[in-house]
């Protein structure tokens, strides 16, 4: 699942957004909540937090290599 | 914070210096009685945290108790520049000599308490100082050590006055300086100080502001002054712009904005903070022949929301098309983050940032992350080796249109 605020796009890998470990496990460690486990304990992206993205590389940090992503949209999609 | 004029006369009277045999009632029945027990002719005064009574209507003048009954029913009906009067002040018509002016404020370059004094009072002091500098006694006092007669006998001889005179006002000047230091006041001011016909010195008005942060530290004197603990004082109504910015403000933790525009009517809007750079901000865009919309302040790190927020509120403020962000060079406030927020605020309202905001000069914590995404919308923007002065320079050309956009 992807979302693109104006400024921050935050993508996660479909199988990775299954796994409720991880999705607690972002819900924990952002510090801004653009991460929420749901109901059925997959992670969601919460769309009106994504800009507030701090670029803190915590979700990076917290999850297995390109389960999330990043993106700097005002840079083009490059990736933190 | 400020105080009624019944307030600070109690203020000035606690410190030991005379005053009049007021009072003060919110009952137009209790205001003839008051005429009645001072006897003679007394003036009726409307108590409001605002200027122009005299003008309002709000000060009149009586002979006999009925009617100062009268006038107090008048006056307590009466609003002054939206304001309703908390009450009346009932004070007897003095017998005036002459009248003189006395001061103290902070002076913030000196950093420390400045009394001022004048032998022409009864008039702003400002006028005083600029139609007649030589009637105006300054002396700066000691903040360590307790105020001494001294300092006031420098202000009062600054101002020519010698004598009698002198050795009167000494203990007056001398304790306004006193109750200044020990009640936290920003401002304490007594004009006129009257000079009566028997040659005694007597407070006629006096006008008191207290530093806001000293409240809790002043609790024992606001409350035998009858001021509740939880009581707002403002001197005016908070302004639509006002409310909306301090609603953003409460309602998310990160960070501070504050945002002000009474007595602001220009056309530039300002984003400003940073370690006194709203001051610094606001002077150097009047100084260089600017109007600004508004004051503000943002610090301490606002999330994009919060930015976004007070950035909107400046922009929907009547008359504003541009905005100018602007701060002195910030440690923990994230220009990038406040790039985000002003940029989306643009967006939000239809605006093109490019165009809409007229200069961004945020030195500081991730800088280069916040110009890249200046430059992805077009905004000019200035790391440190421009400073306030000149980018505030650059905003007002570009409102007024003296260069190239």
Redesign the interface.
Known sequence: MRTDA??IGIEIDDEAAKDTALAAKLEEVCP?DIYAQAADGTAQIVAVNV??C??CRLCLDASPDGAVRVL?L??DGAEL | MRFYEYEAREIVKRAGIPVTDYGFTADAGEAGQIAERIGGSTVIKSQVLTGGRMKAGGVKFADTPGEAEAHAADILKLEINGHAARGVLVDPRAQVKQEYYAGVVWDGTAKKPLILFSDMGGIDIEQVAEEHPDHVGRAHVPTLLPVSDFHAKQAIAGAGVTGRQMQRLIPIVSRLAQLFQTDDMTLAEINPLAELEDGSFVALDAHMEMEKEAEGRQRELLRALGIADDEERDGHEPSTFESAVSAIDAADHRGVIQGKDTGFHGDLGLVIGAGGGSLTLTDAVQSVGGSPANYSEIGGNP???KACGLAKAVLQKDGVEKIAVMMSIVSNT?V??VA?GV??AC?ELGKDPAETISVFRIPGAWEE?GF??LR??GVEHFDRSVSMHEAAQRAVDKIQGTTAP
């Open positions: 104006l400024f801004v800009d507030e701090v670029l700097k005002y840079e | 999330s994009v929301a994230r990038d983050i985000r940029i989306k967006i992350e890249k995404i992805r919308y």
